[in-house]
């Protein structure tokens, strides 16, 4: 089963798609991990991903198309995953039906996490993420439990350059641009299906859940 979480940028995906992959046993793909990790590496996609992410641009779609299908081509992929952050254009969302379709798969079902903009604005400048294990805390309601270092690995915790709020305003253009008609795409297909992304982590994943479980996922 292939499941995506489509979102404005601090809609939860990420967070929420951990433990859904931990829930469900399923490989969990983001394409923003992969770019970060590729930047942290030094990697030639990882200059090229640096100079567009840090400007609250998205990067083209046939390298960021090619990095999940070669994922997604992956043994532990056989039986599916779980997509976060991809698709976010309607042209990465048509390549992919396509792939899956040679494939003889296809996405089952599209959870969008739905959240007040100014909800997100305050999320994303209390957001912090562990440079080296890459967990994700919320200076408000799931800080570190020291307030300054990573609870996993004991790294500092950081804000990511795109959370700096310059960018932040121009990552929630791009999505109203190019992410949001995707909504409307999954909707005519029949395969979406929607989650308040509110009060937290756990009503969170309780939405969702309760929306797969409606949904007899
Ligand atoms: P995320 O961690 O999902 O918020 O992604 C961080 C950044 O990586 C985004 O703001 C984009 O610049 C880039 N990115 C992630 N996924 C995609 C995608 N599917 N298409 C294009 N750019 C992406």
């Known amino acids: 089963m292939i499941i995506m979480l489509l979102g404005a940028p601090g809609a939860g995906k990420g967070t929420q798609a951990v433990e859904l992959a931990k829930i469900l046993c399923m490989p969990h793909i983001s394409t923003g991990v992969i770019f970060r990790a590729n930047i942290k590496e030094g990697t030639e996609l990882g200059k090229l991903a640096a100079s567009i992410i840090n400007k609250g641009m998205l990067v083209p779609d046939d390298v960021t198309f090619a990095i999940v299908k070669d994922r997604l081509s992956q ?57 080296e294990c890459k967990a994700t805390y919320h200076l408000g309601h799931r800080p570190p439990a020291n307030g300054i270092n990573c609870d996993v690995c004991g790294a500092e915790v950081i804000l990511r350059d795109d959370d700096k709020p310059e960018v932040v305003q121009k990552r929630l253009d791009e999505y109203h641009v190019s992410t949001e008609p995707l909504i409307e795409y999954y909707k005519e297909k029949g395969n979406l299906i929607e989650s308040k992304g509110v009060n937290g982590i756990r009503d969170s994943l309780n939405n969702t859940i309760k929306a797969l479980v409606m949904r007899n996922v």
């Open 75 to 131: 043994e532990d992929c056989a039986d599916g995953a779980i997509l976060d952050g991809f698709p976010r254009t309607i042209p990465q969302a048509r390549m992919l039906d396509e792939y899956l379709e040679s494939q003889g798969k296809k996405l089952d079902v599209v959870i969008n996490i739905v959240i007040d903009e100014q909800e997100i604005v305050k999320r994303l400048s209390e957001r912090r993420v562990c440079p």
